[in-house]
Antibody, heavy 116, light 109 residues
Framework: EVQLVESGGGVIQPGGSLRLSCAAS????????MNWVRQAPGKGLEWVSA???????YYADSVKGRFIISRDTSKNTLYLQMNNLRADDTAVYYC??????????WGQGTLVTVSS | DIVLTQSPGTLSLSPGERATLSCRAS???????LAWYQQKPGQAPRLLIY???SRATGIPDRFSGSGSGTDFTLTITRLEPEDFAVYYC??????????FGQGTKVEIK
């Protein structure tokens, strides 16, 4: 069974950094394209970043230059390094697998709160 | 950038009724790149429909998708209690990017 489990969320001050993890089981992260999607409290879904193959990375304009997506195949884990965090980065962050043009498997999410 | 506009914002219906949700794109998109998701409170989104009209694995046949160009529809033929949730449409762009509509909440009347 394909499963994704996010961790690493918490409360962080503006300007701080946080690294989110997404542990995969039932498949290898090297075999799938993967995404991060976030959802601010009470709001809709916003795509954040995608990782294709080993080195092709893509970012929404709102996080470009501040966030870095990566993976560790030995740990079968996807990461999102978030730097220079702002209040409007406050959200539940989901990792999801990409199948063509849609997202077919989602983790349960991890909450990031940026507040002083 | 393509914008997806969903309507209505909220749909108040009773169990057993038919729900019709709309997703309109600001410019024409390929049907292959249009998907629908269901999200219940406190849960992650779940893929319902991909390619505008194909049901994802395990999705009941009361859910159907249709449309082309700029206008897409998600229909739930007979609402079950577990169908009351928020529904999002999503389109894929070539950059690549994924864009979501703002959601339609289907609530119990």
């Amino acid at each position: 069974e394909v499963q994704l489990v996010e961790s690493g969320g918490g409360v962080i001050q503006p300007g701080g950094s946080l690294r989110l993890s997404c542990a995969a089981s039932g498949f290898t992260v090297s075999s799938k394209y993967m995404n991060w999607v976030r959802q601010a409290p009470g709001k809709g879904l916003e795509w954040v970043s995608a990782l294709y193959g080993g080195a092709s990375t893509y970012y929404a304009d709102s996080v470009k230059g501040r966030f870095i997506i990566s993976r560790d195949t030995s740990k079968n884990t996807l990461y999102l390094q978030m730097n220079n965090l702002r209040a409007d980065d406050t959200a539940v962050y989901y990792c999801a697998t990409i199948s063509g043009s849609y997202l077919d498997c989602w983790g349960q999410g991890t909450l990031v709160t940026v507040s002083s | 950038d393509i914008v997806l506009t969903q309507s209505p914002g909220t749909l108040s219906l009773s169990p057993g009724e038919r729900a019709t949700l709309s997703c309109r794109a600001s410019q024409s998109i390929s049907s292959s790149y249009l998907a629908w998701y269901q999200q219940k409170p406190g849960q992650a989104p779940r893929l319902l429909i991909y390619g505008a009209s194909s049901r994802a694995t395990g999705i009941p046949d009361r859910f159907s998708g249709s449309g082309s160009g700029t206008d897409f529809t998600l229909t739930i033929t007979r609402l079950e209690p577990e169908d009351f949730a928020v529904y999002y449409c999503q389109q894929y762009g070539y950059s690549p990017t994924w864009t979501f509509g703002q959601g339609t909440k289907v609530e119990i009347k």
